[in-house]
């Protein structure tokens, strides 16, 4: 099935450590994204990239840390530099930078930090 | 940038009553205005949009309204079941720009 896979859908975090979440899509979508959501709260953009090793900064960029290698891969790392790392995470695609309007989401990454 | 501002925040209705969602944007580039759906735990799903050519969209029990001049646009859900419960997020973007700018959610339930 086409479609955007986040693992891993929990993960626990001690503080000082970095944590990487993953987001593969095959659905050949060239710009991906990511959002944090807090609970009872909006999606906020931490980084999105439109093109192959290519990347920009989202409004809540710091302490966080992304690459894009590849077009189907767009990785999110959580250093210890991000103060209050808990929070659910949504991966997502678009077909095109600025084709292709719709934005598909992934399923979610929960990080609890302990 | 854009700002995206979404009311009410939590909304409650009973089985077979219709819900209204608005949202106000800021910047008059926008052109492109979803609407998503999210269940608990789950990502959010798209379940209407709209261009800024098109005054209203239908699609079943959904339907979305723009007022460009007033910078604002509506999510109604007609005949609202249980399962209508959830998180509904609305967005806009400027078609020529690389990223959306959302809403901050409103949580809709559904009384049976």
């Known amino acids: 099935d086409g479609g955007i896979t986040q693992s891993p859908k929990y993960l626990f975090r001690k503080e000082g450590q970095n944590v990487t979440l993953s987001c593969e899509q095959n659905l050949n979508h060239d710009a991906m994204y990511w959002y944090r959501q807090d609970p009872g709260q909006g999606l906020r953009l931490i980084y999105y990239s439109q093109i192959v090793n290519d990347f920009q900064k989202g409004d809540i960029a710091e302490g966080y840390s992304v690459s894009r290698e590849k077009k189907e891969s767009f990785p999110l790392t959580v250093t210890s530099a991000q103060k209050n790392p808990t929070a659910f995470y949504l991966c997502?695609?678009?077909?095109?930078?600025?084709?292709?309007?719709?934005?598909?989401f992934g399923e979610g990454s929960w990080l609890t930090v302990v | 940038g854009e700002n995206v501002e979404q009311h009410p925040s939590t909304l409650s209705v009973q089985e077979g009553d219709s819900a209204v969602i608005k949202c106000t944007y800021s910047?008059?580039?926008?052109?492109?205005f979803p609407w998503y759906k999210q269940e608990l735990g789950k990502g959010p799903q798209l379940i209407i949009d709209?261009?800024?050519?098109?005054g209203e969209k239908k699609d079943q029990r959904i339907a979305v309204t723009l007022n460009k001049t007033a910078k604002h646009f509506s999510l109604h859900i007609t005949e609202t079941q249980p399962e209508d419960s959830a998180v509904y997020f609305c967005a806009a973007r400027n078609t020529n720009a690389g990223k959306s700018t959302f809403g901050d959610g409103t949580t809709l339930t559904v009384k049976p």
């Open positions: 997502a695609s678009k077909p095109g930078a600025v084709s292709g309007n719709t934005i598909y």
């Open positions: 910047d008059s580039a926008s052109n492109y």
């Open positions: 709209i261009r800024s050519n098109v």
